[in-house]
């Protein structure tokens, strides 16, 4: 897990070079969250991107593709190669993913807050059907500030979502800065508790806790909701980029790039030594 996440973080900066630009922190939090879901957790078939019983993954701050899509291509859903277009004229591979052209996406995002309501249709869908799949959806934290968050979290547990599983990326930061001075989030497990959830909280960027608190989720069609908030650092792995709000978007050229690189090769450093 800690090896596919390096990777992943690694492909965030090839990529954004590529594009000019990139979403490198936001990709960042988010390392070990797609490492485990992709590499451990979530049932799905590369060479059957339409499988009806697969699990289905709602990439909600959707401006993280950047991360997602190298795993995809790493687990066989496309080339590898594929990503040598990125964000190129004609490239099926945007700064937020679609649905219509990338084998494997569940949903095309945009506009942010909208994936939890989609994953609460998609859970509803699967119990109506009679599948056996589950719906995982990550959201970014400072999502939390949109009403419609809330609308679905009230659902998900009035109609008792068991196989419905929210991810709280809790990186503390959001395009205006900090997330909870542009508007407080916590006590995030009380408040979905108060709709009827199960919750758990987990370090982030441990990957053995993270595949611990995966494996122990239940997995009842008739149950509660299961909410994982993941403490995360944005822009983890990169010194500069650690806890930095300017660097929500990005562009990484000259020596930057290579020490970054470097940086990341290396490998994670314990976090006291950047604060």
Partial sequence: ???????????????????????????????ELFAAL?????????GEPGWADRDRFVLSKGHAAIGLYPVLADVGFFAPSALDTYTRL?????????????????????SLG????????????????????????????????????????NAAGHYRLGR?????????????????????????????RAFGWETHRVDGHDPDAVLDVFDALPDAQ??????????????????????????????LVGADYDNVIAELQAGLRPLEAAQ
Avoid at 137 to 146: A, I, S, T
Avoid at 164 to 191: H, Q, W
Avoid at 226 to 235: E, N, S
Wanted: hydrophobic share 40%.
């Fill in 38 to 46: 992709y590499y451990g957790v979530l049932n799905y078939r590369p």
């Fill in 222 to 251: 008739d149950g509660p909701p299961q909410l994982i908030v993941a403490d995360t650092v944005k822009g983890r792995g990169v010194r500069l980029m650690e806890y930095n709000p300017d660097w929500h978007v990005g562009n």
């Fill in 1 to 31: 897990m800690a090896d596919r996440a390096k990777f992943i973080r690694l492909e965030t900066v090839r990529l954004s070079r590529i594009a000019g630009a990139g979403h490198y922190t936001s990709s960042f939090s988010a390392a």
């Fill in 90 to 110: 004609g490239s099926p591979f945007g700064d937020h993913p679609d649905m219509k052209k990338i084998p494997g996406i569940d949903f095309s995002s945009g």
């Fill in 164 to 192: 419905l599983v929210a991810i709280v990326d809790r990186n503390k930061l959001c395009i205006d800065g900090f997330t909870d001075d542009v508007m407080s989030v916590e006590p995030i497990e009380d408040r979905f």
């Fill in 114 to 153: 909208h994936g939890l309501s989609i994953a609460v249709g998609m859970a509803l869908g699967g119990r109506v059907g009679g599948r056996p799949y589950r719906t995982f959806c990550m959201l970014g934290d400072g999502e939390l500030h949109e009403g419609q968050v809330w609308e679905a979290a």
